[in-house]
C-alpha cells in the first residue's frame, strides 16, 4: 500500500476510535497526509481552499432548503397524518401495524428527506402503537430502524444530490427518478419480512376495521403533505425550476401546509425550527468540505487510480468485482456518516464501475443503496441507535430481529446492482439519460 494512503486510512481510524468528530477527523487526516508532499504554509492554505471550493456549488444551495422544509413537515402533524391514512389502507391485514410503518417511514422519508426525521417521527407514534396492540418492542423498532432508510432513495433526497456533485455533475432530475424504483423495492423487501413474521407470530392488524367514510377523510387529509413530492419532483422535471428552486418551493409548500392547513406548527417556533436547520445545515457543510478536501489528496496522491487497478487484476468477471465493491461500501456505511463516504468513495469505485460498463447512475443508486444499510448497521448506525432510543431498548436485544431484515436489504441490494433496469428505466422512459 503507498504509504500516502497508509498514513491517512491509520490517522482517520485512530481519530475515529478517539470519537473525534468525523469532519475533525477528516480534516486532521487529510492535512497530515498532506504534510508528506508540501509544506506547512502551503498545506494548510491548500486544505482551507479545497474546503471552502467543496461548498461552494449552486446546487449545494438546494440542501438548506430541504433541510428546513423536512423540519417544518416533521413539526407539522404530517407523521401522524401519513400513519393515519397508511392504517385505513392496510392496517387491518394481518401484521398490518408492521406493514404501516413500513409505508409511513417510506412517504415520510421522502417527504422530509432524513431517515433520523423519519425514525422518531414515525417511529415515535408507530412504536408504542405496535407495543400496544402485543407486538414485540425490538421487532417494531428494528422495522422502523430499516425502512426510515427508504427514504434516502426516494427523492427529493440530499444524499443523491451530494453524488450529483461528487460524480462530476450527473443530471439530479435524473438520479432522482432513479430512486424510486430501489427505495419502493427496498420498502417492498421489508414488507416480505413483515409477512412472514405476521404469519410465523400470528401478529394481529388494527382492532377495529375503519368506516369507509372515516378512512376516506383520513387518506384525504394526507393527500396534501404528498403533494409536496409532486410539486418538487414534478416542477423539475418539468422544467419549471432548477432543485434549488424546487427546495425554496419546498420550504413555502411546507411553511403553508404546517402553518396555514393544518396550523400545527405556530409562529413563535419558527425561530427553533430555523436554528435547527442552520446547525443541521452547517453540520453538513463542514462535512461536505472536509471530505472534498480528502478526495483531492486522495487524487493527489493517485491512491483512486491505485486501488482502481488492483480491483481491476483481481478479477476479470465483473460479477465479483462489484460483489468485492458492495462488501467495501457496506464496510464503509458501518463506520462512516453517508455524506463524506459518497464524497470520498465516489471517486475512488466510480472509474471501476464505468471500466465495468456500469453507468454513474446505475452506480450512485447501488452507493446510496449501500450507505443506508450501514445507518442501520452496528457500530455507528446512526438510525439504529435513534430508533433504540425511541423504543427505549439496546442494541444487542434488537439486533436479532434486525438479521432477517439486512438479509431481505442485501438481496434487494443485490438485484439493483446486478439488474440496471431498476435505477435506469424511469430515468429513460422520461427521456432525462
Same mark, same amino acid.
Given at each position: 500500500m !503507498?504509504?500516502?494512503a497508509?498514513v491517512?486510512?491509520?490517522?482517520f481510524?485512530?481519530?475515529?476510535f478517539l470519537h @473525534?468528530p468525523? $469532519?475533525?477527523?477528516?480534516?486532521?487526516a487529510?492535512l497530515?497526509?498532506?504534510l508528506l508532499?508540501i %509544506?506547512?504554509?502551503?498545506a494548510?492554505?491548500?486544505?482551507?481552499? *479545497?474546503?471552502?471550493g467543496?461548498?461552494?456549488?449552486? =446546487?449545494?444551495?438546494?440542501?438548506?432548503?430541504f433541510?428546513l422544509s423536512g423540519?417544518?413537515?416533521?413539526?407539522?402533524?404530517i407523521?401522524? *397524518?401519513?400513519?393515519? $391514512?397508511s392504517k385505513?389502507?392496510?392496517?387491518?391485514?394481518p401484521?398490518g401495524?408492521?406493514f404501516? +410503518?413500513?409505508?409511513s417511514c417510506?412517504?415520510?422519508?421522502?417527504?422530509s428527506?432524513?431517515?433520523?426525521a $423519519?425514525?422518531?417521527a414515525?417511529g415515535?407514534?408507530?412504536?408504542p402503537e405496535?407495543?400496544?396492540e402485543?407486538y !414485540? +418492542?425490538d421487532?417494531?423498532?428494528a422495522?422502523?430502524?430499516t425502512?426510515?432508510?427508504?427514504g434516502l432513495?426516494?427523492?427529493p433526497?440530499?444524499?443523491?444530490?451530494?453524488y450529483?456533485?461528487a460524480?462530476?455533475g450527473?443530471?439530479i432530475a435524473a438520479?432522482f427518478?432513479?430512486?424510486?424504483?430501489p427505495g419502493i423495492?427496498?420498502?417492498?423487501?421489508l414488507?416480505?419480512?413483515c409477512a412472514?413474521f405476521?404469519? *410465523?407470530w400470528?401478529?394481529p392488524? $388494527?382492532?377495529?376495521?375503519?368506516?369507509l367514510?372515516e378512512?376516506v377523510?383520513k387518506?384525504? %387529509?394526507a393527500?396534501p403533505s404528498?403533494?409536496?413530492?409532486?410539486?418538487?419532483?414534478?416542477?423539475?422535471?418539468?422544467?419549471i425550476?432548477?432543485p434549488?428552486?424546487a427546495?425554496?418551493?419546498a420550504?413555502l409548500y411546507?411553511?403553508i401546509?404546517a402553518?396555514?392547513?393544518y396550523?400545527?406548527?405556530k409562529?413563535?417556533e419558527?425561530? #427553533?425550527?430555523?436554528l435547527?436547520?442552520?446547525?443541521?445545515?452547517?453540520?453538513?457543510?463542514?462535512?461536505?468540505?472536509?471530505s472534498t =478536501?480528502?478526495?483531492?489528496?486522495?487524487a493527489y #496522491? +493517485?491512491?483512486?487510480?491505485?486501488?482502481?487497478?488492483?480491483l481491476?487484476?483481481?478479477? !476479470?468477471n465483473?460479477?465479483?468485482?462489484?460483489?468485492?465493491i458492495n462488501?467495501?461500501?457496506?464496510?464503509v456505511?458501518?463506520f462512516?456518516d453517508?455524506?463524506p463516504a459518497v464524497?470520498i468513495f465516489?471517486?475512488?469505485?466510480? &472509474?471501476v464501475?464505468?471500466e465495468?460498463g456500469?453507468?454513474?447512475l446505475?452506480?450512485?443508486i447501488?452507493? @446510496?443503496m449501500?450507505l443506508s444499510?450501514?445507518?442501520?448497521? &452496528? &457500530?455507528v448506525?446512526?438510525?439504529?441507535f435513534?430508533?433504540?432510543?425511541?423504543?427505549?431498548?439496546s442494541? =444487542?436485544k434488537?439486533?436479532r430481529?434486525?438479521?432477517?431484515?439486512?438479509?431481505?436489504m442485501i438481496?434487494a441490494l443485490?438485484?439493483?446492482t446486478y439488474v &440496471?433496469w431498476?435505477? #435506469?428505466a424511469?430515468?429513460?422512459?422520461?427521456?432525462?439519460?
Amino acid at each position: 500500500m !503507498d504509504f500516502a494512503a497508509l498514513v491517512l486510512i491509520v490517522t482517520f481510524a485512530i481519530l475515529l476510535f478517539l470519537h @473525534v468528530p468525523i $469532519a475533525f477527523s477528516i480534516g486532521i487526516a487529510t492535512l497530515l497526509t498532506m504534510l508528506l508532499t508540501i %509544506d506547512m504554509a502551503p498545506a494548510i492554505q491548500t486544505l482551507a481552499q *479545497r474546503l471552502a471550493g467543496g461548498i461552494n456549488s449552486f =446546487a449545494l444551495l438546494a440542501i438548506p432548503f430541504f433541510i428546513l422544509s423536512g423540519l417544518i413537515m416533521g413539526r407539522g402533524g404530517i407523521a401522524h *397524518r401519513l400513519i393515519e $391514512a397508511s392504517k385505513a389502507l392496510i392496517g387491518t391485514l394481518p401484521g398490518g401495524l408492521a406493514f404501516v +410503518n413500513v409505508v409511513s417511514c417510506m412517504l415520510f422519508g421522502a417527504i422530509s428527506g432524513s431517515a433520523a426525521a $423519519a425514525t422518531s417521527a414515525i417511529g415515535g407514534f408507530m412504536i408504542p402503537e405496535m407495543k400496544k396492540e402485543g407486538y !414485540d +418492542n425490538d421487532f417494531s423498532a428494528a422495522i422502523t430502524a430499516t425502512a426510515a432508510t427508504t427514504g434516502l432513495l426516494i427523492p427529493p433526497s440530499n444524499i443523491l444530490i451530494i453524488y450529483a456533485i461528487a460524480s462530476g455533475g450527473i443530471s439530479i432530475a435524473a438520479l432522482f427518478m432513479a430512486g424510486y424504483l430501489p427505495g419502493i423495492l427496498l420498502g417492498l423487501s421489508l414488507m416480505a419480512v413483515c409477512a412472514i413474521f405476521a404469519k *410465523r407470530w400470528n401478529l394481529p392488524g $388494527a382492532e377495529q376495521r375503519i368506516p369507509l367514510k372515516e378512512a376516506v377523510v383520513k387518506i384525504l %387529509d394526507a393527500i396534501p403533505s404528498l403533494l409536496l413530492i409532486v410539486l418538487v419532483i414534478g416542477g423539475i422535471l418539468a422544467g419549471i425550476f432548477t432543485p434549488t428552486e424546487a427546495g425554496v418551493m419546498a420550504v413555502l409548500y411546507s411553511l403553508i401546509l404546517a402553518m396555514g392547513f393544518y396550523r400545527e406548527v405556530k409562529l413563535k417556533e419558527l425561530p #427553533e425550527i430555523l436554528l435547527k436547520s442552520v446547525e443541521t445545515t452547517a453540520i453538513v457543510m463542514l462535512l461536505i468540505g472536509t471530505s472534498t =478536501a480528502m478526495a483531492w489528496i486522495l487524487a493527489y #496522491e +493517485n491512491i483512486p487510480q491505485t486501488i482502481s487497478a488492483g480491483l481491476l487484476t483481481l478479477s !476479470d468477471n465483473p460479477l465479483i468485482i462489484l460483489l468485492i465493491i458492495n462488501i467495501a461500501l457496506l464496510i464503509v456505511g458501518a463506520f462512516m456518516d453517508m455524506t463524506p463516504a459518497v464524497l470520498i468513495f465516489t471517486p475512488i469505485f466510480l &472509474p471501476v464501475a464505468v471500466e465495468l460498463g456500469m453507468s454513474p447512475l446505475h452506480f450512485g443508486i447501488m452507493l @446510496v443503496m449501500n450507505l443506508s444499510i450501514g445507518l442501520c448497521t &452496528p &457500530p455507528v448506525g446512526s438510525v439504529l441507535f435513534l430508533s433504540c432510543a425511541v423504543a427505549r431498548t439496546s442494541i =444487542a436485544k434488537i439486533i436479532r430481529p434486525m438479521i432477517p431484515m439486512y438479509l431481505a436489504m442485501i438481496a434487494a441490494l443485490l438485484l439493483v446492482t446486478y439488474v &440496471p433496469w431498476f435505477s #435506469e428505466a424511469l430515468p429513460k422512459m422520461l427521456g432525462l439519460y
